[in-house]
C-alpha cells in the first residue's frame, strides 16, 4: 500500500514569509497528525484530526500556525509568517488504530 | 500534559554489544510505543506494550514495559551497524495524541 505522502519535501524561506505544506494519509486512514520535529528533539504534535474534525490542537501556535483537512482526506498546514524558531522538519502521520505511519516530512530552513 | 524521560541521549556501542535504552514516566501509562528513526528518515512504528510486566521480543530487539506501568526498555543484543538511527518511546494522551520522549541516539561502530 501507499505510504503518507508530504510535499514539498525541502523548503527555505525567509522569516516574516508564509509557507504551506501538504499532506496525503494512507487511503482509509481518518486520523491525521501534524507534527513538529527540531533537530536533536523528539516530534512534537501541532495538531490532530480524526477525518475532517479537529481532535486537538492545543499545542498549534494559532497566531501562527493553521491547518485544515478538507474532505477528511488531503492536509495542508501553513505557517504566516514565519519565524526562525521554526526551522525543523514538518512530519505528517496517519492512523487506523494504534500505530502511526509517519510521511518523509518536509524540511523547512527560515533564513 | 503527559512528560517522559529517556535516557540516555546518546549510546557508542562496538558492533557486536548489546545496547539499551529506557523510558520513564512520573504517571501510570495505559500503553507505550517505540519507534525507530533512521538517519535523515521519519519514525518507523516499532511495538506497542499494553500490560504490566509485559516483555515482548522482535528477533534482536527485546522490549519491556514495567510492572507498575511506569517505565519500559528497550534492550538490543549484539548490535550491527543496521541498528544505527534514534529510538523514541511514545506515550499517550487522550485521543491515542502520542507524546514522544526525547530519544536516545545509537551509533554502532563497525
Known amino acids: 500500500e501507499a505510504g503518507v505522502a508530504q510535499s514539498p519535501r525541502y523548503k527555505i524561506i525567509e522569516k516574516r514569509q508564509s509557507v504551506a505544506f501538504w499532506c496525503n494519509p494512507i487511503?482509509?486512514?481518518?486520523?491525521l497528525y501534524w507534527y513538529q520535529q527540531i533537530l536533536g528533539q523528539g516530534p512534537k504534535l501541532l495538531i490532530q484530526?480524526?477525518?475532517?474534525?479537529?481532535?486537538?490542537d492545543s499545542q498549534l501556535p494559532k497566531d501562527r500556525f493553521s491547518a485544515e483537512r478538507l474532505k477528511g482526506v488531503d492536509s495542508t498546514l501553513k505557517i504566516q509568517p514565519a519565524k526562525l524558531e521554526d526551522s525543523a522538519v514538518y512530519l505528517c502521520?496517519?492512523?487506523?488504530?494504534?500505530?502511526?505511519?509517519f510521511g518523509p516530512g518536509t524540511r523547512l530552513t527560515v533564513t | 500534559g503527559q512528560q517522559v524521560m529517556q535516557i540516555p541521549q546518546y549510546q557508542h556501542v562496538q558492533e557486536g554489544e548489546d545496547f539499551t535504552t529506557y523510558c520513564n514516566s512520573s504517571?501510570?501509562?495505559?500503553?507505550i510505543q517505540w519507534y525507530k528513526q533512521r538517519p535523515g528518515g521519519h519514525p518507523v512504528f516499532l511495538i506497542q506494550?499494553?500490560?504490566?510486566?509485559e516483555v515482548k521480543k522482535q528477533k534482536r530487539l527485546t522490549f519491556q514495559f514495567g510492572e507498575a506501568k511506569k517505565n519500559s526498555s528497550l534492550h538490543i543484543t549484539a548490535t550491527q551497524t543496521t541498528d544505527v538511527g534514534t529510538y523514541f518511546c511514545?506515550?499517550?494522551?487522550?485521543?491515542?495524541?502520542?507524546?514522544f520522549g526525547g530519544g536516545t541516539r545509537l551509533m554502532v561502530k563497525p
Open positions: 484530526f480524526q477525518n475532517n474534525g479537529v481532535v486537538d
Open positions: 504517571t501510570t501509562l495505559s500503553n
Open positions: 487511503s482509509g486512514h481518518a486520523t
Open positions: 511514545a506515550v499517550p494522551n487522550a485521543g491515542n495524541m502520542l507524546t
Open positions: 502521520a496517519s492512523s487506523l488504530s494504534r500505530e502511526q505511519y
Open positions: 506494550l499494553v500490560k504490566s510486566g
